[in-house]
């Protein structure tokens, strides 16, 4: 059995996660079912959507139980893991917050707009205040293309609040991703596979390389619950808990540039919701059929699987360019 001690790190716990998230989903499944936390479906989305009225919600769960275990193994010995790990379960907790409210009032308003940021602005602010005291990540930022090897230096005034704006923006432009059957789920998968590629250029990156590779592994397991039609959503729980994931990694390799690249389809779904809000306060009329882009895509008669498998592509190629981008 000597052959199992030569295999990665990285590929061990990635594997270990996806076997872990298999087994939560197995158990929390039938319990989310038996407390009927159900997915409210928004009234005014797409008529198709209606099915999944009553969908066990919180599955957010299945990826962040193994996260915790396995990353719980090497947190108390590397303060990056702890850190990554806590403030993807601090971001966690506001979307528990919000998804359970929701359930208790069987409706689609949970927190309110200025608690839920200010819960994301707390989580942000703790994360900040590690990267700035207890490492070097905020002294340098990879451009795009200039080359991983020539960083430019952010004045700490500036830093600060540009940490800021990348969490909380990444925690929102995943929460609204989240919107198709295993769309956000396998997207962010797939952002997290190529992290922990990029970590493997730096030993010094081991921690964050092992923390991607779980998470992605965790990610892969759920969707073998979530993907079309899904047996469970990931709710505010699992979404917010991903977006503050992915932007804290891009942070702490001080490639938040570059998750602006690999993750270009959360800018995409971003931006749609904005320029529609923006274009129809001032005119009366939509840009798009829907909101979020992907609502507007289904509308002009893609089926939900095809979008997915369309962003999905589109991701790979977005990672592609990133990683051309570094060399």
Known sequence: MAWINSIPS??????????????????????????????????????????????????????LVPLLIIGGFYAPKDMNMAALILTTAGFGIVGFIDDFLKIKRKSNEGLQPKQKMLGLLIISACFTAYIVLMTNAGEKTVIPFVGIDNPINIPIALFVPFCFFVLISYTNAVNLTDGLDGLAGSITMIVLVFFTVVAMMNSEWDSIKLFCAILAGACLGFLAYNLYPAKVIMGDVGSLALGGAVAAVSLLLQMPFILFIAGFVYFIENMSVILQVVYYKKTGKRIFKMAPIHHHFELLGWKETK???????????????????LR
């Not at 939560?24 to 928004?42: E, T």
């Not at 979008?307 to 981008?325: G, M, N, R, S």
Request: glycine letters at 8%; charged letters at 10%; hydrophobic letters at 60%.
């Open 307 to 325: 979008v997915v498998i369309v962003f999905l592509i589109a991701t790979v190629i977005f990672c592609t360019i990133a990683f051309y981008a």
């Open 10 to 63: 990285h590929i061990t716990v990635f594997i270990a996660a996806f076997i872990l998230a298999l087994i939560s989903g197995a158990i929390l499944l039938p319990l989310l079912k038996r407390l009927k936390f159900g997915q409210m479906v928004r009234n005014d989305g797409p008529k198709t959507h209606l099915a999944k009225q009553g969908t066990p919600t919180m599955g957010g769960f299945i990826f």
